[in-house]
């Protein structure tokens, strides 16, 4: 399985590819959108939407990952958010790729074990998980990959809840996700 993690934002969007395979998670790439500052709106949210449908088109992932929008206290930021967050949306839905959507105690749950772990926590988690040498910078790129993890750990539960995955006598079927 192969999983786009996406965490979007209008100066910064994070976005992280993650590959699960026999039960092992792999980064197979990360990094940053970034948009200058200056630049209209409308030109920033189409940079954004170039970037990711080139990730989209280049990794050709089963699911895009997405947190749900929350925000507590500054709405400018929600909107800013919420623009850009459209546009992953957009792109997944013109690639045709499902969108898996979680809240950030899912997020947390699914990488920690704990719903409300602070982002330190996190960090250390994702490092572990992929096998990485440093903690992703900046944050957007931990975050992108924490949202990718959920997913494939969501799917993962989705599977043996469902049994999903499973032949004859729960017996494994061979390989479909082993790209």
């Known amino acids: 399985m192969l999983v786009l993690g996406v965490d979007p934002g209008t100066a910064t969007t994070g976005y992280g590819v993650v590959r699960e395979s026999g ?8 990094g940053v959108i970034t948009t200058p500052k ?13 970037e990711l449908r080139r990730l989209l088109a280049g990794y050709g992932p089963d699911a895009v990952a997405v947190e749900e929008l929350f925000f507590k206290r500054n709405v400018r930021t929600a909107l800013s958010v919420g623009h850009a967050r459209g546009v992953v949306l957009l792109a997944a839905a013109e690639a045709g790729v499902p969108v898996r959507e979680y809240t950030p105690p899912q997020v947390k749950q699914a990488v ?3 719903g409300k772990a602070d982002k330190a926590q996190m960090q250390a988690m994702i490092k572990t998980f992929l096998g990485l040498s440093a903690v992703p910078r900046p944050d957007d790129v931990a975050d992108a990959l924490a949202v990718a993890i959920c997913c494939v750990h ?23 996700d082993n790209r």
Do not use: F, K, M, N
Not at 23 to 30: F, I, P
């Open 38 to 50: 200056d630049l209209p709106l409308g030109e920033r949210l189409l940079a954004i939407h170039g």
């Open 112 to 114: 920690t074990g704990y």
């Open 154 to 176: 969501s799917r993962g539960l989705e599977r043996v809840l469902t049994g999903a995955g499973r032949g004859p006598a729960g017996s494994p079927r061979g390989g479909a």
């Open 23 to 30: 039960g092992r998670l792999a980064a197979v790439d990360y």
